[in-house]
């Protein structure tokens, strides 16, 4: 039987699409219309952003181990959050937890390594970008990562915020990513990783000129191995 999957959401147009994503591919793997036991919970976005704009880590842990109580509850084995950003408080949440979790910079790591990529550009919020989620995983992997300048992170930044998590996609937002990762390309830089969960909607891999590297797929694509191992 398949392990019951917890979604720990913060920003709902990631959380959706992480879910989407399990449902959709399990049944590949599982037969027709087949997914496992999948059970989601989050408290408002702005409860994790204020705690976020003040630094507060043990806040943002605080919010998903309650998250997460709650899904335990309902009988869901493992946790996976479909926030890059939050993962900044894992380190916390696993010293807490009563329950098993996925990384999903981790998860990204390992298709990072498989595919042999050598320098990746990361994308995501502000607080991701020059965070630790992704710097300290790829430091003991000895993975060479490029990051936006300051003017280019913090307009990356309102769009996720202002735009992307409410599912608005605008063509000169579009277009803004799809040169940056261009000029990227050009500067080095072999795939992009979509540190943000919901970068993929803006960015499809079809359109990017480096391979993409989405955080949310690759997420949800390791709880389905996970629930069927």
């Known amino acids: 039987m398949a392990k019951h999957i917890g979604i720990v959401a913060c920003s709902a147009e990631g959380a959706a ?22 059970t989601m919970h989050t408290h408002p976005l702005s409860k994790y952003m204020d705690c976020i704009y003040k630094g507060d880590w043990n806040g943002v842990a605080s919010l998903m181990l309650s998250s997460a109580a709650k899904l335990k509850n309902t ?20 010293k807490q937890s009563s329950v098993p979790w996925l990384h999903i ?13 050598k320098k990746v550009l990361v994308l995501g919020t502000k607080y991701l970008m020059t965070g630790p989620v992704y710097a300290d995983i790829f430091a003991r992997e000895e993975i060479r990562y490029l990051i936006p300048d300051e003017v280019s992170r913090d307009q990356i930044d309102r769009i996720i915020m202002n735009e992307l998590v409410y599912g608005i996609i605008k063509v000169e937002s579009k277009k803004f990513f799809l040169e940056l990762i261009s000029d990227f390309r050009s500067a080095g830089a072999d795939a992009v990783v979509l540190g943000c969960t919901e970068i993929p909607l803006i960015v499809l891999s079809a359109e990017s000129s480096l391979p993409v590297l989405d955080s949310t797929r690759i ?6 191995r996970e629930s069927i191992s």
Do not use: W
Not at 77 to 94: C, G, K, R, W, Y
Not at 219 to 224: C, N, P
């Open 75 to 94: 009988g869901a084995s493992f946790m996976i959050s479909p926030d890059n950003t939050i993962h900044q408080a894992m380190p916390e949440v696993l």
């Open 219 to 224: 997420l949800a694509r390791a709880a389905i």
């Open 17 to 38: 699409l992480c879910y989407q994503t399990i449902c959709k591919e399990s049944a590949e793997i599982m037969g027709r219309h087949n997914h496992p036991e999948i």
């Open 105 to 117: 910079a981790e998860e990204v790591t390992r298709v990072i390594l498989n595919n042999g990529f």
